[in-house]
């Protein structure tokens, strides 16, 4: 039980060190020349927040790109935790395995199109990781023993917007 415990006090802590708003790179070298963010329009600002039911979910702020002409872009987010968990023996009393984890990821691309006038809408972009996405990805090693979710731990996200023509991001996060 105490083992459960430090783990969960570890993904909680974590999870608050990560929930610092993270500010976006932008380097309209890796963009059609004259892209710039339309007046009012800032670089996408990422944070990463918890549900009370362990879920981890990561929102970015869209914007908008005037500039682009024709030219269409590649929207990514992808989230990254370890999944924390344990087995519990049901025949002996309940008796706690040691804990096993796991990496686990999930990714939102969408692809954009600039509107009339050369911009390009940025939506907000948003991915969550939960419980059972990732409880579906392990199993405990006796099919008699009841898998727990203890959490997650050492959340990372990445941002990306690359432009159609060119092999880096205009903009990425962190």
Not at 11 to 32: E, G, H, R, S, Y
Not at 51 to 65: M, Y
Not at 114 to 123: A, D, E, F, I, K
């Amino acid at each position: 039980m105490r083992k459960i415990a430090i783990w969960g006090v570890l993904a909680l802590l974590a999870l608050a060190l990560a929930a610092v708003p993270a500010l976006a790179a932008t380097n309209f070298n890796n963009a059609p020349s004259g892209a710039h963010y339309r007046q009012g329009s800032v670089e996408p600002v990422c944070s990463t927040s918890t549900a009370n039911n362990g879920t981890i979910t990561t929102s970015c702020t869209g914007t908008q790109i005037a500039g682009v002409g024709n030219t269409n872009a590649d929207l990514l987010l992808t989230v990254n935790a370890t999944a924390n968990f344990t087995c519990s023996n049901p025949g002996s009393k309940d008796k706690v395995v040691e804990p096993h984890s796991g990496s686990v990821t999930e990714s939102a691309s969408t692809p954009l199109t600039p509107s009339r006038n050369g911009t390009l809408v940025v939506p907000q972009q948003t991915v969550s990781l939960s419980p059972q996405d990732a409880g579906e990805q392990f199993t405990c090693p006796n099919p008699n023993w009841t898998e727990n979710f203890v959490g997650f731990s050492a959340p990372t996200f990445s941002y990306s917007l690359t432009f159609a023509g060119f092999t880096a991001p205009a903009i990425s996060l962190p």
